[in-house]
């Protein structure tokens, strides 16, 4: 990783700043998106610089506004000279049960979890191809087996699995397209989560009988980016066996 330039989205915290720690650990330089978190973005740039200056630098952003996606690609390249990786992770997680779904949600969800992660490495093709890049997205193992109640989340995931496969198609031989699928790792921040029988019953239908923890996130992407040069297309599913169990 030493002198790669790795542009994340939803970097900021969860296990986006787990991704940032663990490359940035690995000599990567960091351009770090952000929408909304910018206490936490600032905190972790100032954390990652104090252990090797000017290698990591912020990012505004709300990823639903198309117009600003070719500006993560250009400032990262003005700031550091170069981008070498993509990492698709900003997401926006809530239900949507049939009869409550509106253009609202479905914009946010669709828009966040599949348009903007098309857009925004539509617009870094150029220099992924010069630099011999590539893209990870961060998927889920819920693309495959919907979640009830999640409609359009999981109809976002599939696609971005669909899309992980098509730019592998599109952009090869020079840059390559993988995603990392997160089963439970983190739980989600929704107080409908909070209730310790269903996560127990999560964990129970894992093969390790446990939660992940977010380095085995990074770790994933660390793997795909700097040590699998003979892999595109593919999903990794990091879920301690779920995805085969449920």
């Not at 002198?3 to 351009?31: D, E, N, P, W």
């Not at 011999?132 to 109809?155: F, L, Q, W």
């Not at 840059?175 to 127990?200: K, T």
Request: aromatic share 6%.
């Amino acid at each position: 990783m030493q002198g790669k330039v790795v542009l994340i989205t939803g970097g900021a915290r969860r296990v986006g700043a787990a991704i940032c720690r663990y490359l940035h650990a690995h000599g990567a330089s960091l351009m770090v998106h952000y929408r909304s978190s910018a206490k936490e973005a600032r905190a972790l740039q100032a954390e990652l610089n104090l252990k090797r200056t000017d290698s990591v630098a912020l990012i505004q952003a709300d990823l639903l506004n198309l117009s600003v996606l070719p500006n993560l690609v250009g400032d990262t390249v003005k700031r550091f000279g170069r981008l070498d990786v993509v990492i698709n992770n900003a997401s926006s997680f809530f239900p949507t049960a049939v009869g409550e779904i509106n253009d609202k949600a479905w914009d946010d969800l669709i828009g966040t979890n599949l348009k903007a992660p098309l857009f925004l490495s539509q617009a870094a093709v150029g220099q992924l191809k010069k630099n011999h890049g590539c893209i990870v997205n961060i998927v889920d193992i819920h693309a495959e087996r919907p979640m009830k109640n999640y409609v359009v989340y999981s109809t976002a995931k599939a696609g971005l699995v669909n899309l992980t496969r098509s730019l592998a198609r599109e952009l090869a031989p020079e840059v390559r397209v993988n995603g990392v699928a997160p089963g439970a790792i983190i739980w989600p921040e929704d107080e409908a989560w909070s209730d310790e029988l269903s996560r127990q019953r999560i964990i129970n239908s894992t093969l390790l009988k446990r939660v992940g923890e977010p380095e085995d996130i990074a770790k994933a992407v660390h793997f795909l980016i700097a040590d699998a040069p003979y892999i595109t297309g593919q999903i990794i599913a990091v879920d301690g066996g779920r995805s085969i169990n449920i």
